[in-house]
């Protein structure tokens, strides 16, 4: 916890001259039934910036994540999406092909459950190589290639390409996941608990892979995590969310070190080593 503590110091916040944000969230709300999911979020998350998104279990994390991408509508709000050619787009006024595409190719997606965002059954290197085919891709050779590399970043050792996701571990399966996410060059990464069920260990060496690739990729990201630790050491910004509403918000440092309001204060305190 520590060492994360003090590595934190060398994150850089992202330039943004001028630059409009990736993704806005305006009024975000989800009501399931007659309980609230979450409630009036809105925020903007420019290109190369990692935010993450902590509070309680039921506060409304994963209904956010689901919100942002499209696998949920909202009961009401927003989200607009800056596309590749500079247009920032309502999600909610574009038909489901353009959104699939865009699932495909400029968004990725971090389940919590590695087995949710794998195919179990099928090879590492052809969970990889899905992507790609995807949006095109029909070269075996290049395909295979690709893999090989994406797995050798997330360290995966090459002998292991032509095994199932069910023979891997925990820890590698979540790696795995991570490379099919990346495979494709997604400008969004959405996560949620990338490093929950995993030990101690295994978690610290995902979580130096994950903050590496985002700075490297200039990656635009949102993280759930019920672990202040952990976002801490990726994020550069902090949302924090209570009972479906966001309750803190700011600079990671200063959220954590100089928390405004009682949850938040509470949330440290119980977490967070003094
Ligand atoms: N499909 C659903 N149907 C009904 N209520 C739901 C559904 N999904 C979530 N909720 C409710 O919405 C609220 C927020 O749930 P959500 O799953 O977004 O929380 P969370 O912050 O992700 O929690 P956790 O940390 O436990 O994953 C909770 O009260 C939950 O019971
Ligand atoms: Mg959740």
Known sequence: MTV??????????PEMP????????????????RRIGCRNVSFDLYEGEVMAVVGE???????LLNLLSSQMEPSSGQVLYRMRDGVTRDLARMDEAERRLLARTDWGFVHQD??????????????????LMA???RHYGRIRDTGTNWL????????????????????MRQRLQIARNL??????????????????????RLL????????????????????????????????VMKEGEVVETGLTDQVLDDPREPYTQLLVASILPP
Do not use: C, F
């Open 4 to 13: 994360m503590t003090q590595m934190s110091t060398t994150i850089n916040m």
């Open 135 to 137: 949006i095109g891709w």
């Open 57 to 63: 279990s039921g506060s409304g994390k994963t209904t």
């Open 152 to 171: 050798h970043q997330v360290e995966i050792d090459a002998s292991r390409i032509d095994d199932i996701p069910m023979t891997y571990s925990g820890g």
């Open 18 to 33: 001028g630059e409009e944000p990736l993704l806005i969230a305006q009024g975000l709300t989800r009501w399931y039934g």
């Open 114 to 131: 590695p087995a949710m965002g794998l195919r179990m059954r099928i090879s590492a290197g052809a969970n990889v190589g899905e992507r």
């Open 183 to 204: 495979v494709t060059q997604p400008r969004l990464i959405l996560m949620d608990e990338p490093t929950g069920g995993l030990d101690v260990s295994v978690q610290a």
């Open 208 to 239: 130096d892979l994950l903050r590496g690739l985002a700075a490297d990729l200039a990656l635009s990201v949102v993280v759930v995590t019920h672990d202040l630790a952990v976002a801490r050491l990726l994020s550069h910004r902090i949302m």
